[in-house]
């Protein structure tokens, strides 16, 4: 006998093979990791959590993007504030909104749990897939190239060690998760605490010898081409969105992690405001080093920044910190993404193997594996820049169909055992909804043709997700045969 199906408050015993083909045939089953034999142990706590949340989502981008948020709006340095207090706060709203889902469902997954809930198994399906094989696969090989690029001003790389560089630093990440959950967190909490250090330090610096005031009078120039200040507005919105991405990844490993339903809410909340207070601070920092069209005019405002105050010794500083923060970026990505592909598998919707805990080291070992080979492939080959490209915006609309579960699971009797609720609901859950469709739609408007082509990447899952369908269905019938396929 497996675990215990819930349905209108009846306890019902079920097989293992019925409960875990469920959700591949439409039927939503509550599920826990609750840490027994060859199932994941609830090891991370609430510093655990911050720590994850605040390393997943600074990355490189604060180094580099702020002038590309500052030129359309006119290198207003109101606007420009005002935006990235604006990201955060929509952040905020889908954190804290995730907060209520991730107290109410700690299990393995996530937002693939949520949506298989909410809206059925294809459209997990979906975002798993699309998942291991663009969102998260691609990002990890991104900050993979990004890697080997920042270490080539220290070391001359050639265009093959560069791929052996980003492979290795792939390979050092999967071994460590697989060695542990626990030693990946503590790695975790270091890399994170290095880098946040290392930035307030250096907007600290800045701050205190730079020259430049930072003033929010009114720029004299335009904020956009067109003059529209919403223009130019949505446009800096987008890219601080994108600088904020990454948060959502901490649901994934709710499966892990002990009194969920009071560390998630604390945890989003506590990492959601640190980020915003980073953000801002680093900002304010560039601007009184180099002012407002310094920053506008730098891609690598960080490095300009240092340079200008201190020396082009001193910036070299910024390159170690940078690697720093892509490493510690790729590690939380490979610690909690795999989660996502474990849930699949014990849904029979992915590779049998990958629902496997490590007998000794109690991690999904083989999911862990899979996600960072496949990394490696995108890295080496360099084709997860187009992947990105077209496939990065849909991760939206999954966010924003998470945040619509929480309207589900509080029409459910279930929803009671919760004892965190989202402030403001139901306002707070709408508007981060209604700000991931606005992002979509955006991409859709003024990019059809990344659209078209992203949405045909998603769905060419669909033959996947009927061949795992059928599969389940022929378990169903004959229950000594295990649900999905092996990993050759």
């Not at 142990?41 to 609430?46: D, E, K």
């Not at 093959?160 to 050092?172: E, N, P």
């Not at 059809?448 to 992203?454: I, L």
């Amino acid at each position: 006998m497996g675990r215990t199906a819930v349905d209108d408050n009846i306890t019902i015993p079920v097989p293992k093979t019925a409960l875990r083909t469920a959700a591949s045939l439409g039927t939503a089953q509550p599920r826990s990791d609750s840490g027994g034999p060859h199932e994941l142990s609830r090891i991370l706590g609430l510093r655990d959590l911050v720590f994850l949340i605040v390393g997943t989502v600074i990355g490189s981008g604060i180094f580099l993007v702020p002038g590309a948020i500052l030129r359309p709006l006119g290198n207003s340095v109101r606007l420009a504030i005002a935006v990235w207090l604006a990201g955060g706060l929509l952040s905020l709203l889908g954190a804290l909104t995730y907060g209520e889902l991730s107290a109410l469902k700690p299990d393995a997954g996530g937002l693939y749990i949520y949506i298989r809930d909410c809206f059925g198994a294809f459209l997990s399906f979906l975002f798993g897939w699309t998942l291991f094989f663009v969102i998260s696969s691609g990002s990890v090989a991104t900050l993979a190239v990004a890697f080997s690029n920042y270490l080539a001003e220290f070391v001359p790389l050639n265009t093959w060690m560069a791929k052996l560089v980003s492979v290795l630093l792939i390979t050092v990440i999967a071994v460590v998760n697989v060695r542990g959950t626990r030693q990946s967190a503590n790695l975790q909490n270091v890399t994170t605490t290095i880098k946040v250090l290392a930035i307030l330090a250096m907007s600290t610096a800045l701050l205190v010898f730079g020259k430049n005031t930072v003033s929010l009078a009114p720029a004299s120039s335009p904020p956009s081409s067109d003059g529209s200040v919403i223009s130019g507005f949505g446009l800096a919105m987008i890219s601080v969105l994108w600088a904020y991405e990454g948060w959502q990844y901490a649901t994934f490993s709710a499966g892990e992690t002990s009194n969920a339903h009071r560390n998630y809410p604390r945890a989003f909340l506590a990492g959601t405001a640190i980020l915003i207070v980073i953000y801002v601070f680093a900002n304010v920092g560039y601007i009184a080093a180099i002012g407002a069209q310094g920053v506008a005019g730098s891609n690598r405002v960080a490095a300009t920044a240092l340079a200008t105050v201190f020396n082009p010794t001193v910036a070299k500083l910024v390159t170690i910190t940078i690697l720093v923060s892509i490493f510690s970026a790729a590690n939380s990505v490979i610690l909690t993404s795999p989660r996502v592909y474990y849930a699949m598998a014990k849904d029979g919707l992915f590779f049998r193997r990958l629902s496997e805990v490590h007998p000794r080291f109690g991690t999904p070992a083989f999911a862990v594996i899979a996600a960072a080979a496949w990394s490696a492939v995108l890295a080496v080959t360099g084709t997860f820049e187009q992947l990105l490209t077209y496939v990065i915006f849909i991760g939206w609309i999954f966010y924003g169909l998470a945040a619509a579960s929480l309207f589900v699971y509080r029409k459910r009797s279930a929803a009671t055992s919760s004892s965190y609720r989202v402030p403001g609901y139901p306002v707070t859950p709408v508007v981060f909804i209604l700000a991931a469709a606005a992002l979509v739609l955006n991409t859709t408007v003024t990019q059809p043709r990344r659209a078209v082509v992203g949405l045909g990447i998603v769905l060419a899952g669909a033959p996947a997700y009927a061949i795992w369908r059928n599969r389940a269905k022929r378990a169903l019938a004959h229950p000594s045969q295990e649900p999905g396929a092996s990993l050759q």
